[in-house]
C-alpha cells in the first residue's frame, strides 16, 4: 500500500491560497513533540534517511514519480516518522529534522510529478515545517522554488512569483548556485506575470550568479547551465520570442547530463511543441520521436502531459506521412501503458 494515500480525495486540486508556516508556530510545535524513550537515534540512522532520498531521487530523475513516490511514502511511514519521535542529542535531532525535510521536499517533488498536486503541496508545507524546525535554510529555500514551479507549470504565476520571492528573501547569504537557482525561477514566474523588464533584469541576475558558481567546484545534482538555458527559454516563450525559445531549450538539451531520463522526455516534446507553432514540422516530428525513445520507461504525469499534448498539437497535420508515422508509434505506445 501507498501510506501517502490515506484520506486524500481530489488530490489533483491545486491550492493558490497555501499558507507558508511561520517560525515560531513550527518551532513550538516540534518542542512539543513526545519523545519515544524506548528508542534511540544517532548518526547512523541520519545517514541512512540521506542515503535513501539520494537513491530515490536517482530514480526518479530516470524513471519518474510514480516508479519512485511509493518506495519514499513508505521509507517516510516506517523509518522517518519513527525516527523523528526516538530521542537523540540535539545536533542530531536537528540533522535528523533537517534530512527528513529534504525527504519530504523530494517526495512532494515526485507527487507533483504524478500531477497529483494537492498532495504534493501537503508533503511541501510539511518540508517547510521540517526544516524551519532544523534551522536550514536551504531546504526551506528549495521546498519554496518547488513551490513556485509546481505553480507556474500550473499556469498560477502570482502563486509562483510570490514562493520564487519568499525562497530569495529567506535566503541572503546564499551562494552563486542558490542565488542562480532561485533567480532563474523569479525570472520565469516574472514573464508569466507580464514583467518583461524585471523576468529579463532577474534573469541576467540568474546567468552571472552561474558564471561564478560554474568558475567554482561542482555539485553534483544542482542548478546547473541545462538548468539555466531551460529557464532562459521559459522566460523568453512567456514574452512571445518563440525562436529564442527554441534555441535557448536546444542548448539546454545539449548540455544536460544523460541520467536525467525524465526531463528529457518531456523537454524534447516540449522542444517538439513550440517547433510546430514555429511551422517547424519536420523537425518537432523529429524531436518527438526523440522524446518517445525514452516514454515507456518513464512513469511521469508530466511525461503524459506532454504525450497528449503531442496528440493534440499533430491534429492538423495528420495528412503528412512522417506524422502519421508519429502518431502510429506512439498509439502502440499508448495501448502497452
Avoid at 513551490?147 to 504565476?157: D, K, P, R, T
Avoid at 547569504?173 to 520565469?188: I, T, V, Y
Amino acid at each position: 500500500m501507498d501510506p501517502s494515500r490515506r484520506g486524500v480525495l481530489g488530490a489533483g486540486l491545486y491550492s493558490v491560497a497555501l499558507t507558508v508556516p511561520g517560525w515560531p508556530d513550527v518551532v513550538g510545535r516540534f518542542e512539543r513533540i513526545r519523545a519515544d524513550p524506548h528508542s534511540r537515534i544517532g548518526r547512523g540512522e541520519v545517514e541512512s534517511v540521506i542515503a535513501m532520498t539520494e537513491r530515490i531521487s536517482e530514480i526518479d530523475d530516470q524513471f519518474g514519480g510514480r516508479t519512485a513516490r511509493p518506495m519514499a511514502a513508505a521509507f517516510l511511514v516506517n523509518n522517518i516518522a519513527p525516527y523523528l519521535r526516538a530521542t537523540a542529542s540535539e545536533p542530531v535531532r536537528r540533522a535528523m529534522l533537517s534530512a527528513s525535510a529534504d525527504h519530504l521536499y523530494l517526495t512532494g517533488y515526485m507527487a507533483v510529478d504524478e500531477r497529483l498536486d494537492t498532495l504534493g503541496q501537503r508533503y511541501y508545507t510539511k518540508a517547510l515545517e521540517l526544516s524551519l524546525a532544523a534551522g536550514d535554510h536551504l531546504t526551506y529555500c528549495t521546498t519554496l522554488r518547488g513551490m513556485s514551479v509546481q505553480a507556474v507549470e500550473l499556469g498560477h504565476g502570482a502563486a509562483a512569483l510570490r514562493y520564487a520571492e519568499a525562497a530569495s528573501t529567506a535566503s541572503p547569504q546564499a551562494g552563486p548556485r542558490m542565488r542562480a537557482f532561485l533567480a532563474g525561477q523569479q525570472a520565469h514566474a516574472l514573464a508569466q506575470t507580464g514583467d518583461r523588464v524585471g523576468a529579463l533584469a532577474m534573469l541576467h541576475v540568474a546567468e552571472v550568479a552561474m558564471e561564478q558558481a560554474e568558475s567554482k567546484a561542482k555539485a553534483h545534482g544542482s542548478y546547473d547551465p541545462a538548468s539555466l538555458a531551460y529557464h532562459v527559454a521559459q522566460v523568453n516563450f512567456e514574452l512571445g520570442d518563440r525562436d529564442g525559445a527554441i534555441r535557448a531549450l536546444q542548448r539546454s538539451e545539449k548540455v544536460r547530463p544523460l541520467v536525467y531520463r525524465r526531463a528529457r522526455v518531456r523537454h524534447r516534446a516540449m522542444l517538439a511543441e513550440w517547433q510546430v507553432e514555429a511551422g517547424r514540422l519536420e523537425e518537432g516530428v523529429r524531436n518527438w520521436h526523440l522524446a518517445l525513445d525514452d516514454y515507456p520507461q518513464v512513469q511521469s504525469g508530466r511525461a503524459d502531459d506532454r504525450f497528449r499534448a503531442m496528440v493534440v498539437a499533430t491534429k492538423p497535420h495528420t495528412r503528412n506521412h512522417h506524422v502519421r508515422e508519429l502518431l502510429d508509434r506512439a498509439g502502440s505506445m499508448a495501448a502497452g501503458r
